[in-house]
């Protein structure tokens, strides 16, 4: 069974940095795309940051300029470098396969509050 444990989150200060990482277990992530989601409801998670199996990346909205993608897939683990943090990057962060026929079960993501 697939399990993707994200961790990392935590308070920061405006203009701070925070490192998000991804672990998944139960599968070879190698093969797919990997991105970072945003909660932005309880129903609804925008996508971020994804990365592709050979490590190219693309960013959408806020995160250009300020998140780094990055993968182990030796160790089938994702990480998300956020810079400069803003009030607006408050979320829940989940990782999951950016193909949304083979996404897994979420995992319960990480809280990143930003304060204002």
């Known amino acids: 069974q697939v399990q993707l444990v994200e961790s990392g989150g935590g308070l920061v200060q405006p203009g701070g940095s925070l490192r998000l990482s991804c672990a998944a277990s139960g599968c070879d992530f190698s093969r797919d795309g990997m991105g970072w989601y945003r909660e932005v409801s309880r129903e609804e998670r925008n996508l971020v940051a994804e990365?592709?199996?050979?490590?190219?990346?693309r960013y959408y909205g806020s995160a250009k300029g300020r998140f780094t993608n990055s993968r182990d897939n030796a160790n089938n683990k994702v990480y998300l470098q956020m810079n400069n943090r803003k009030p607006e990057d408050t979320a829940v962060y989940y990782c999951?396969?950016?193909?949304?026929?083979?996404?897994?079960?979420w995992g319960q993501g990480t809280q990143v509050p930003v304060s204002s």
């Open positions: 990365i592709t199996r050979d490590s190219r990346t």
């Open positions: 999951n396969k950016v193909n949304p026929i083979r996404q897994d079960a």
